[in-house]
T-cell receptor, first 110, second 113 residues
Framework: GDSVTQTEGQVALSEEDFLTIHCNYS??????LFWYVQYPGEGPQFLFR?????EKGSSRGFEATYDKGTTSFHLRKASVQESDSAVYYCALGDGTYQRFGTGTKLQVVP | EAGVTQSPRYAVLQEGQAVSFWCDPI?????LYWYQQPRDQGPQLLVYFRDEAVIDNSQLPSDRFSAVRPKGTNSTLKIQSAKQGDTATYLCASRGLGVETLYFGSGTRLTVL
């Protein structure tokens, strides 16, 4: 079945560092891909989505490009801030429900 | 616009007890989802509805879990006889017609002792 893989369980960075969180997917057809962010005690919040090859999604300085060739949707940010500390989830949707990765916990120290 | 509302925020039970979770989705959203999120894991679908109809409950442990959405608005998820393995946060999410974005509530954190 369709699935999403996030390889980093935790990432620790200093403020102003460059961030990459890897997301790879396995799916038939052309799924939509999403990034969500979750803060402690809250549900996941939508960051952005992309639905076709080479489409870039972005929000709050974060961005990711849908790459069908490498089946990836890696999350990047040029300069992280302490307030970006949270858990980030990649998700895949086919119009029915969304399947989530295991999440990557980002800790940014000042 | 009010977001997705869930209650209670926390529940602590002994094994074998029953518990119900309640969800009020965003007004006008026709699709409602229940996800289970074990500690340090991603959300995993339990069941989802479109209006009052169950669309997919294949991942709901049917012997102990049940979910209803009788008028196509609020929904209740019930665990009949809780087990320690049910310890998790239960998230409700809703989605509007033709929109793919999910809007999540803050969840109910369940601990089964």
């Amino acid at each position: 079945g369709d699935s999403v893989t996030q390889t980093e369980g935790q990432v620790a960075l200093s403020e102003e560092d460059f961030l990459t969180i890897h997301c790879n997917y396995s799916a038939s057809g052309y799924p939509a891909l999403f990034w969500y962010v979750q803060y402690p005690g809250e549900g996941p919040q939508f960051l952005f989505r992309a639905s076709r090859d080479k489409e870039k999604g972005s929000s709050r300085g974060f961005e990711a490009t849908y790459d069908k060739g490498t089946t990836s949707f890696h999350l990047r940010k040029a300069s992280v801030q302490e307030s970006d500390s949270a858990v980030y989830y990649c998700a895949l949707g086919d119009g029915t429900y969304q399947r989530f990765g295991t999440g990557t916990k980002l800790q940014v120290v000042p | 616009e009010a977001g997705v509302t869930q209650s209670p925020r926390y529940a602590v039970l002994q094994e074998g007890q029953a518990v119900s979770f309640w969800c009020d989705p965003i007004s006008g959203h026709d699709t409602l989802y229940w996800y289970q999120q074990p500690r340090d894991q991603g959300p995993q679908l339990l069941v989802y509805f479109r209006d009052e109809a169950v669309i997919d409950n294949s991942q709901l442990p049917s012997d102990r879990f049940s979910a209803v959405r009788p008028k196509g608005t609020n929904s209740t998820l019930k665990i009949q006889s809780a087990k320690q393995g049910d310890t998790a946060t239960y998230l409700c999410a809703s989605r509007g017609l033709g929109v793919e974005t999910l809007y999540f509530g803050s969840g109910t954190r369940l601990t089964v002792l």
